[in-house]
């Protein structure tokens, strides 16, 4: 992607739209070894498909909107977030995206890891019982 001895710049033009999630717009900005940072963008009354990010830690910053992340057994618990917010979705956790609000949603995402950034999945455990 770059340089490793060279200081780079990644304008908003020269992002480019990878790894789809249905529900999602990921646009890459940076993508080195051991790092991906982009932008996200998920529309009003938009339930990404269930996914997780392999050995991928994951951070968020929320610019814009509303995001529930879903997540758990089921898919039962969820934390939300609006904008000045940052969230950490540990690796290998099943989760979705939701935009309940009536603006888009806009985030920094950071992941750091190795593998594949992102692995579609039916959906998360169901609940015991």
Not at 30 to 48: D, F, M, Y
Not at 86 to 107: C, D, M, W, Y
Request: overall charge negative.
């Amino acid at each position: 992607m770059s340089d490793p001895h060279e200081v780079t710049c990644v304008h908003g033009g020269d992002r480019r739209v990878v790894d789809p999630t249905p529900g999602k717009v990921r646009e890459q900005a940076i993508a080195v070894e051991g790092l991906w940072s982009g932008l996200v963008r998920t529309e009003p009354g938009v339930l990404s498909g269930w996914h997780h990010h392999g050995d991928h830690e994951t951070s968020v910053y929320v610019i814009d909107g509303r995001v529930r992340i879903e997540f758990g057994p089921g898919g039962a618990r969820a934390i939300d977030a609006g904008p000045g917010d940052f969230l950490h979705i540990p690796k290998h956790i099943v989760h979705r995206e939701v935009n309940a609000g009536s603006t888009p949603s806009q985030e920094v995402i950071t992941r750091c890891g190795t593998g594949p950034l992102t692995i579609n999945v039916d959906g998360p455990e169901p609940l015991s019982g």
